[in-house]
């Protein structure tokens, strides 16, 4: 039985907010429950109680995972802890075996890999998604992507739903980017808007050297908008624009907005340009003025020098792609789903401005994207 037939035979949720659910899955990403904990639809204890009662699996309490073995943590190395979504506990004492919280506890494949990596027999204990990313950073030391790093909530009972540093406050499902708040960190002069889109050539500066133009495209724009019109999940979706962008961009970037952020969802960086951080782990705030801001707010393209002569916004994410030297023109293309902004697709060339027919072509992929986003909501909604 899945996890949402089972929580609404026992009336633990209503029908909406199981489709408010599936379609921020779908927007998202995290699995069902952590989309449920975070619209605050359940709590993290009665969603660990139904994992459980759906997998047959003991619950990984924090006390379990507390104390967790650190001679087992250690044999089980930190990339395939995160990989395999697994912690090691303890050894168990009726039978021999060591246990293990899962967050997916019937993942056959994962238990053997773990197994093979300890050397010994696994007794998988289930743990909810968000609890999960919350110990293996605590224990491993591994970030966890920004996406799962929420804001207006504590993290008292362990779910790392901590407030990011860069949060505009509590959000509701009817407000989610609660664009009053963003606002007030506006300049006190302010909002600074966009220039026209227009895309006027500007003279090579003698330290710029182009990137992207000595690389042939490796696919075509016809196949990456029909890699998005037949996407099967969000991933391919992201996965297309950074296909499309080989060769056509210097960096491209897809960012996931959400709580009053941009958060960093896939990248594309010609060589050879290499990131300081993990595209996964960069979170910018839409606050002030930006490239990001002005797009976001607007519903339309940006394209141009980004509005603030200081560019904060636009060097912490250069700064995160690794860029040098710093492009003097950007472009900016939000993905909308019913007016509302779920991705900005941030690109730049080194030498001068993007060219038209790529923004033009960025662009289409982008209305193609929200097209995908709906039907992949339909799909998971049963509908």
């Known amino acids: 039985m899945k996890l949402g037939t089972l929580l609404l035979r026992n009336a633990a949720i209503g029908l909406s907010q199981l489709e408010s659910a599936l379609r921020n899955q ?5 699995r069902l429950g952590t989309n449920l904990v975070e619209l605050g ?23 379990l995972l507390d104390a967790a073995d650190p001679a087992l943590v250690k044999r089980l190395p930190a990339d395939d802890a995160h990989r395999l979504r697994a912690i090691p506990l303890g050894p168990t004492a009726s039978d021999h075996a060591v246990a293990v919280a899962f967050v997916d506890p019937t993942d056959t ?20 998604e968000l609890r999960a990313l919350y110990y293996l950073e605590k224990l491993y030391g591994l970030p966890r992507l920004a996406r799962f790093i929420r804001s207006g909530r504590g993290d008292g009972d362990g779910t790392g739903l901590i407030p ?60 990456a908008c029909e890699q998005i019109d037949r996407a099967q999940q969000r991933d391919h979706i992201g996965d297309a624009f950074v296909a499309y962008a080989r060769g056509r961009c210097d960096a491209l970037a897809v960012l996931i907005v959400r709580d009053g952020n941009a958060l960093g969802w896939r990248a594309w960086l010609a060589p050879p340009t290499t990131p300081h951080l ?49 492009p003097t023109a950007v472009a900016v293309i939000p993905v909308l789903v019913k007016s509302r902004v779920v991705n900005l697709v941030y690109a730049h060339a080194l030498v001068g401005p993007m060219p038209r027919a790529v923004v033009d072509e960025l662009v289409e992929l982008a209305q193609r994207a929200a097209t995908a986003y709906l039907r992949l909501i339909r799909v998971a909604r049963g509908v």
């Open 26 to 30: 779908v927007l998202y990403g995290g």
């Open 41 to 63: 639809y359940i709590d993290l204890e009665v969603l660990a109680s139904y994992l459980a009662e759906m997998s047959g699996h003991a619950v990984a309490t924090p006390a």
């Open 109 to 128: 494949a994962a238990i053997m890999a773990v197994a093979d990596k300890l050397g010994a027999n696994i007794t998988p204990y289930v743990v909810p």
């Open 164 to 223: 990011a540093a860069a949060t505009s406050g509590p959000t509701t499902e009817e407000n989610p980017d609660n664009p009053d708040e963003r606002r007030r960190a506006q300049p006190a002069g302010g909002m600074v808007m966009p220039p026209p889109f227009t895309l006027q050539p500007r003279g090579r500066r003698p330290s710029q050297l182009p990137i992207s133009t000595t690389l042939a495209p490796t696919t075509t724009y016809a196949a």
């Open 278 to 326: 993990a595209i996964e782990e960069l979170s910018l705030p839409l606050g002030g003025a930006s490239s990001l801001q002005s797009a976001h707010d607007a519903g339309q393209v940006f394209a141009g020098e980004p509005p603030s002569t200081a560019r904060p916004i636009e060097r912490q994410l250069w700064a995160a792609l690794g860029t040098l030297p710093e």
